[in-house]
């Protein structure tokens, strides 16, 4: 099926585009009052989650107020270790929490294959009606958590300030660590490649947690298993490419290393000048971000302002996709999120001949 609106592919592959290409982050998500009625019908977070129906309706919902360029499905990073039947589950008003930690080398050996295709099917069930309400008139992002981030929620048992039971797990037992993101690296790229089967047609891995290690661990223990995904999904599927974003978050200091792992895009967050990450890797892959989400609490003046420094900053050419540096925060206002998004498009024209 043709595209209706392709210019984020078409920037995620550095081709010609009209206008830059925008989404969020979390677009679909707490801070529209749909979505809270949605969750409310839904009982909880996991049944909004495993539940395809639903999925759908909250993925399409920011699109029915926004002009956004593509839609991202609705799931969670901590799919994967669920079925793994680490217990994931969500206190009210607070992150993810496993039922079930990993804490020994033997609890990594106890870890079971899982079978996408029948543990994870509510996701690749949601992939497919999404694409199919979309009917051709934006693309779809599949998305899955990084090795590294993934394994940092299973041995702390949610999340952290200062991730030291992950970190002392990685240094006291390496090789446990190995055999963990190696299971989990094989998940990864099933779960991925099950996804554009299903008709994802640009996938981000989200690597929330890299920024945490120091820069050999960050080559050891993160980016060389995200290098092992790439190499090995499928990216073209329905006679086009599927193009590959690598986001993590306070990895700015690697953007070089990220550049060559073989994906299409880095996703950058607000800690890094967009115009010095073009100057770096920009003409070797494109590039993702980065406003500052807590921007979109500011006035609108305030936030036309940032979208054209930022988009100043990037420069005349083709290679952005417009996103904040990390997800929306529920407190935001819808409105400015509208100001935000029109911004980008009606700024963005002149950097485009």
């Excluded at 009625?37 to 759908?56: I, V």
Aim: aromatic share 10%; with cysteine.
């Amino acid at each position: 099926m043709s595209l209706k609106n392709d210019r984020f592919l078409k920037a995620l592959l550095r081709q010609d585009v009209d206008v830059t290409p925008v989404w969020m982050m979390r677009q679909a998500g707490r801070y529209l009052p749909e979505y809270r009625n949605t969750r409310k019908q839904a009982g909880d977070f996991m049944k909004l989650c495993q539940t395809p129906e639903l999925a759908c309706e909250v993925t399409l919902q920011p699109l029915q107020r926004y002009a956004f360029d593509a839609a991202i499905l609705f799931s969670d990073i901590l799919t994967i270790p669920d079925a793994m039947g680490q217990g994931l589950y969500f206190a009210e008003g607070e992150g993810p929490k496993f039922r079930k930690v990993i804490r020994s080398a033997a609890d990594v050996e106890r870890l079971p294959d899982i079978n996408i295709a029948s543990e994870l099917s509510y996701v690749t069930d949601a992939v497919s009606l999404i694409r199919k309400e979309l009917n051709g008139s934006i693309p779809l992002i599949g998305f899955s958590g990084s090795p590294w981030t993934l394994a940092t929620y299973m041995i702390e048992g949610g999340g952290s300030k200062d991730f030291r039971i992950a970190k002392q797990f990685m240094y006291d037992n390496p090789e446990a660590m190995h055999l963990l993101l190696e299971k989990l690296a094989s998940a990864v790229i099933d779960y991925l490649n099950a996804q554009i089967k299903a008709g994802a047609q640009a996938v981000q891995i989200f690597d929330t947690w890299g920024g945490i290690l120091t820069a050999q661990g960050y080559q050891e223990f993160s980016l060389a298993y995200m290098k092992k995904i790439i190499a090995s999904l499928h990216t073209e599927n329905e006679g086009r490419q599927v193009p590959v974003i690598v986001f993590t978050k306070n990895g700015g200091q690697w953007l070089e290393s990220i550049a060559d792992a073989g994906c299409h895009a880095v996703g950058l967050d607000w800690t890094t000048d967009i115009g010095v990450a073009r100057h770096r890797i920009g003409e070797r892959v494109a590039l993702q971000g980065n406003m500052d989400p807590t921007m979109l609490y500011a006035s609108p003046k305030a936030i036309r302002k940032e979208v054209e420094s930022i988009l100043k900053s990037f420069g005349k050419g083709n290679g952005h996709v417009f996103n904040l540096g990390h997800g929306i925060t529920p407190e935001v206002s819808p409105e400015n999120v509208a100001v935000f998004v029109e911004a980008v498009h009606e700024f963005s024209s002149q950097y485009h001949d």
